[in-house]
T-cell receptor, first 115, second 114 residues
Framework: DTGVSQNPRHKITKRGQNVTFRCDPI?????LYWYRQTLGQGPEFLTY????????KSRLLSDRFSAERPKGSFSTLEIQRTEQGDSAMYLC?????????????FGDGTRLSIL | AQSVTQLDSQVPVFEEAPVELRCNYS??????LFWYVQYPNQGLQLLLK??????LVKGINGFEAEFNKSQTSFHLRKPSVHISDTAEYFC????????????FGTGTQLKVEL
C-alpha cells in the first residue's frame, strides 16, 4: 500500500492560465474522488469515478473544470482559464468498492495559488 | 442531501486532559459517519468510522466516537490528549449505498497546550 499520490504538491500560476493535476490512487482501488478545500473549510466534493466511468459531478465543477481517468488507473483534473476563486487545495481520494463501504484514503493534495 | 455541523471551530485543551469534539448531522436517509484528522499541509487521515452495529466506535490514536441516532450526533472523544493531537478534525457523512461521496463539516481545530 503505497498510498494515494498527487502531483504537483504546489502550483502557482497566473490568472487565465490552464493547469492540470494528477492523482495516482492505491492500485487495487477502483473508486477515485476529487475534492476541493478552501482555507478554513472542509473538503467539498467535486467528482468521482468508478474505474474509468465518471459517475457523478458536483455543481461546483463548472465547465472550466474537466476530470478524466483513462484506463481506470490515474486521474487528471484540468482547470482552464483559471480565476482567483480557484485558489484552493485539491484533494484526491480512492477507495475499494464491492464489499460494503470502503473508507476513502486521501492524498496530500495539490495546493493551487492564482496570482 | 446530507449536512454536517461542527459548532466548535477551535477547542483549546491542556495536555493529558480529556476532550470532546462535537458533530451533528442531518439526513433524510441512512448514513455512514466518519472522523478524519488533517495535519498542516497534508491530506486527511481516517480516525474512525461508523457503518452499523455497536454505537461506540474505537479508532486510531486512542480516539473513540459514539453514534446517537436520536440526537443525530457523532461526537469524538479522547480521555487524555497529547501535544501531537494538535490538528484539524473533520466529521463527514455519506448516505448508504450511493457512491460514498463524503459531505464534510467545517472542521474543529484542536490545540493542545502544555
Amino acid at each position: 500500500d503505497t498510498g494515494v499520490s498527487q502531483n504537483p504538491r504546489h502550483k502557482i500560476t497566473k490568472r487565465g492560465q490552464n493547469v492540470t493535476f494528477r492523482c495516482d490512487p492505491i492500485s487495487e482501488h477502483n473508486r477515485l474522488y476529487w475534492y476541493r478545500q478552501t482555507l478554513g473549510q472542509g473538503p467539498e466534493f467535486l467528482t468521482y469515478f468508478q474505474n474509468e466511468a465518471q459517475l457523478e459531478k458536483s455543481r461546483l465543477l463548472s465547465d472550466r473544470f474537466s476530470a478524466e481517468r483513462p484506463k481506470g488507473s490515474f486521474s487528471t483534473l484540468e482547470i482552464q482559464r483559471t480565476e482567483q476563486g480557484d485558489s484552493a487545495m485539491y484533494l484526491c481520494a480512492s477507495s475499494p468498492s464491492g464489499q460494503g463501504v470502503g473508507p476513502q484514503h486521501f492524498g496530500d493534495g495539490t495546493r493551487l495559488s492564482i496570482l | 442531501a446530507q449536512s454536517v455541523t461542527q459548532l466548535d471551530s477551535q477547542v483549546p485543551v491542556f495536555e493529558e486532559a480529556p476532550v470532546e469534539l462535537r458533530c451533528n448531522y442531518s439526513s433524510s436517509v441512512s448514513v455512514y459517519l466518519f472522523w478524519y484528522v488533517q495535519y498542516p499541509n497534508q491530506g486527511l487521515q481516517l480516525l474512525l468510522k461508523y457503518l452499523s452495529g455497536s454505537t461506540l466506535v474505537k479508532g486510531i490514536n486512542g480516539f473513540e466516537a459514539e453514534f446517537n441516532k436520536s440526537q443525530t450526533s457523532f461526537h469524538l472523544r479522547k480521555p487524555s490528549v497529547h501535544i501531537s493531537d494538535t490538528a484539524e478534525y473533520f466529521c463527514a457523512v455519506t448516505k448508504t449505498g450511493g457512491g460514498n461521496k463524503l459531505t464534510f463539516g467545517t472542521g474543529t481545530q484542536l490545540k493542545v497546550e502544555l
